[in-house]
């Protein structure tokens, strides 16, 4: 079992223009695909594509234009 000290964390707020995806870069190194969570305010499908060790892309069911917060741990 890995130690809390041994996880990183990371904090992103995506900010969608009448857009459908984003593609994001990881601020931290990865030696495999972190997990990944995306969440919206509004009522819209928001899912992670993509997902390598240094990346991903955020995308939505439909366009959407506000706020988009990430999570990656890993």
Not at 39 to 66: D, H
Request: charged share 10%; glycine share 6%; hydrophobic share 40%.
């Amino acid at each position: 079992m890995s130690s809390l000290s041994s996880f990183k964390i990371e904090t992103l707020l995506l900010t969608f223009s009448a857009e459908f995806s984003q593609n994001v870069v990881f601020g931290s190194s990865y030696t495999s695909p972190p997990v990944v969570t995306a969440t919206a305010a509004s009522n819209i499908n928001i899912f992670v594509e993509n997902l390598t060790s240094s990346g991903c892309t955020i995308s939505s069911s439909e366009t959407i234009s506000g706020k988009v917060r990430v999570h990656i741990i890993g």
